[in-house]
Structure formats: structure tokens, C-alpha cells
């Protein structure tokens, strides 16, 4: 569980998400940002309530992948970026 400090700001995605995002199954598997949770959806399941929602398709996300695999450091950058978007989006 994370820590709140005071004056830091709470991470929306975390690597956790990236990781579900990544490791999904369904090779259309979609990040979408639903009433302040991080799901991780089928890209057929993303209807038009949830297409603004939107945050990143796992095939958006896989280039961006290094041979050697995921670590926590790659799962965290991306976490962040992914962050900014959310927040950028307005959440």
C-alpha cells in the first residue's frame, strides 16, 4: 500500500496497472480510466462510454518493451506517463 506524504501527489496509474496492461492475454487489451480505478479491458469490450477514457492499447505500449523484458524501473516510467495522460485528460 502506498504511503501518502504530505505535499506528494498520488499516483493515478501505477506499475501494477502497467503490468496488467502488458501481461494481458488479449492482444487488444485496452488501459481505460473508470470512476478513479485503472481497468484493463478487451479492446471489443470499450464501448462508446468508454473510448474518452481511454488511456493506452497494450499494442501502443509493446515497442516500448525491451527484449530484456519488464522491470519494475520500465514498469514505473511508463507508469508515470501514462499518469500525465490521465491527469491531462482531466481525472
Known sequence: MKQHQPGAVTS????????????S?????????????????????????????????????VARVPESGLTDQLLDNLAHRLDNIVRDLGA
Open 12 to 23: 493515478l496509474i501505477d506499475r501494477e496497472c502497467v503490468r496488467r496492461l502488458l501481461t
Open 25 to 61: 492475454e488479449d492482444p487488444d487489451a485496452t488501459l481505460v480510466f473508470v470512476r478513479g480505478d485503472c481497468v484493463v479491458l478487451p479492446g471489443a469490450e470499450v464501448d462508446d462510454a468508454h473510448k474518452g477514457l481511454v488511456i493506452a492499447r497494450r499494442e501502443d505500449l
